[in-house]
């Protein structure tokens, strides 16, 4: 199992950052506002911040670590998108409309490179499902370990596994993430779960045609039985908003599920870096509801 | 920990109370059943104004309280805004403030731990939100005591740290 874990850990995105030009003084060259990174699936898009404001800090306009008027977030064609989720689940999501992922001219070559494009914007205010980017450096990091205080009570009905965690470890379960040490984190993440969970940590997202995320978190319950991706099927999808399983792929780590697969098995090998399993509802082109509703 | 119905049912009894309605904090209270929760909007104490003025040169406007309920803890859930009041070419407005420290702005560290989350229920809508993991020993969650845990949780989360006085 922990080969297909290794491979998603080693999985990575061509990642096209573009600066707002807003956050440059006039004159400044057009090359620093464009940045091409590959970036882990498994980490979160903040991360990259040290990286991005290093790159143009000696273009800046203001100082980001002092102005406090400013807001900062990542957009994608002029949407919002969180930088709290993996970037493969963002990805994942986004690539529904996976046209506006390639240029004209990479659609001409053979080998289609595909490009997560996002662009860095601010503002005086935020967009209200947003988190701003801080200035500070444990931001995500705070975040992450909160993702992982969840997942260990809905794994175990308590917080006592991650909370035993010594210092030095919880310092390297995050470093594990920053440097990209598999064994440190399979180590230590092995700590927080469980064979015989009570609940399975699950998050569904479903991209709208106006661009928006609808995310749900049902408690899907493990006690006494061991459901397939079918059996909860009405979890899954809105029945309030008419969808249903023929409307649909499953998406998870960039990979299309069958329903029958078992969720256990699903959550055990496709889980994410905050022990979250995301599943993407992508609409079927063509599907009855997909074009209209999603 | 509380049982969701237990948890209903107490706040049904607590906005029955009056508690919040008579609270000299409390400007306006709406008891939201369909999004399970409870708001406040307060005036900010003079302690918390200071601590704005201080550390974010910034004037409050009010305080926003959210009272829920978690589902992944089965545990009572409180959520937070805070907004500044501001003045662009002398027209008069509010607007959300995120200060990094929050904790040191209500002057709760060491006592909570706070964070920024988007809150699936509110319409993805961001709130600081105190993290519930430790409730149930910060509350206890004693059988013949439960008919009270949410007053008592809401004297420790709210009232500890905010003061209660009658209107």
């Known amino acids: ?30 090359e620093i506002a464009v940045l091409r990174i590959r970036v882990p699936r498994e980490t979160y898009l903040v991360n990259y911040m040290p990286l991005i404001w290093n790159k143009i800090k000696s273009f800046l306009s203001f100082d980001p670590l002092t102005d406090s008027e400013k807001y900062f977030w ?38 289609v490179l595909t490009f997560l494009r ?49 210092v030095n470890e919880a310092r390297k379960f995050w470093g594990s993430v920053i440097t990209r ?51 909860i099927e009405g979890d899954i999808l809105d029945v309030k908003e008419g969808i249903n399983g023929n409307d649909v792929m499953v ?40 074009s209209s509703e999603l | 920990m509380i049982p969701y119905q237990e948890w209903h049912s107490q706040l049904q009894s607590l906005y029955d109370s009056q508690i919040f309605h008579n609270w000299a904090l409390c400007q306006d209270v709406h008891l939201n059943d369909e999004k399970d929760g409870l708001l406040l909007r307060l005036i900010p104490t003079r302690q918390l104004q200071k601590n704005t003025e201080r550390i974010e040169n910034k004037l409050l406007n009010h305080i926003e309280l959210y009272l829920t309920y978690s589902k992944v803890y089965n545990e009572p859930l409180l959520l937070l805004r805070i907004w500044e009041e501001k003045s662009i070419d002398g027209i008069p407005m509010t607007k959300l403030m995120l200060p990094t420290d929050i904790e040191s702005l209500l002057d709760v560290q060491g006592k909570f731990q706070l964070g920024l989350d988007t809150i699936i229920n509110l319409e ?44």
């Open chain 1, 251 to 290: 998406i998870c780590q960039g990979i299309e599920i069958p329903w029958h697969m078992l969720l256990y098995d699903l959550y055990s090998k496709l889980r994410s870096f905050d022990g979250f399993l995301y599943i993407t509802l992508v609409p079927i082109k063509g599907g009855d509801k997909a």
């Open chain 1, 181 to 231: 040490n598999f064994q440190d984190f399979i180590e230590i993440s092995n700590k927080i779960s469980s064979s015989r969970p009570r609940h399975i940590p699950l998050i569904i997202q479903t991209s709208r045609t106006s661009g928006t995320f609808r995310i749900s978190q049902p408690t899907i319950s493990m006690t006494g039985v061991n459901p397939t991706l079918k059996d």
């Open chain 1, 118 to 166: 996002i662009h860095l914007v601010m503002g005086d205010s935020l967009p209200p499902t947003i988190i701003p980017i801080a200035s500070s450096k444990t931001q995500a990091e705070k975040f992450w370990f909160h993702q992982w205080k969840q997942v260990c009570f809905i794994l175990n009905g308590s917080s006592k596994a991650i909370m035993s965690l010594s």
């Open chain 1, 1 to 30: 199992m922990n080969d297909i874990k290794q491979l998603l850990w080693n999985g990575e995105l061509n990642v096209l950052v573009s600066i707002d030009p807003s956050f440059l003084m006039k004159g400044s060259p057009r």
């Open chain 2, 124 to 167: 993805g809508s961001v709130w600081y939100s105190f993290h519930p993991c430790d409730t149930s020993c910060i509350v206890g969650d004693q059988a013949e005591f439960m008919s009270t845990y949410l007053r008592r949780w809401v004297s420790i989360f709210i009232f500890s740290w905010l003061g209660y006085e009658d209107s």
């Open chain 1, 74 to 111: 990542f957009e994608h064609n002029k949407t919002p998108i969180p930088w709290n989720y993996p970037v493969g689940v963002l990805f994942d999501c986004l690539a529904g409309k996976s046209a506006t992922f390639t240029t004209s001219f990479e659609n001409q070559v053979k080998d």
